[in-house]
């Protein structure tokens, strides 16, 4: 049971296009979106993958995770930034 949702979710992380995480797109909310959905699969097959004793694989795809969750803290803090810049006009 737990082999088919790890594949599931290793087939749905395979469908989304290369690009689907733009770093240039003008619009942070819909970047971070992006990011939360993506990073929740990642963990989710991580909790998953590390179930069925697949730790290594696991591991990387924590550590695929974190960096998803560095570029969407660094999202948020700009997205602050701008809204505190905004309130002072």
Request: proline residues 1%; negative net charge.
């Amino acid at each position: 049971m737990l082999e088919e949702c790890a594949s599931c979710i290793e087939q749905a992380l395979e469908q989304l296009p290369s690009t689907s995480i733009n770093l240039e797109e003008k619009s942070i909310s819909n970047r971070m979106r992006k990011l939360v959905i993506i990073s929740r699969l990642q963990m989710q097959f991580c909790a998953i993958l590390s179930q069925i004793h697949k730790h290594k694989d696991a591991l990387d795809q924590a550590k695929e995770a974190v960096k998803l969750n560095h570029l969407l803290i660094n999202d948020l803090r700009e997205l602050c930034l701008f809204y505190i810049k905004r309130e002072e006009i």
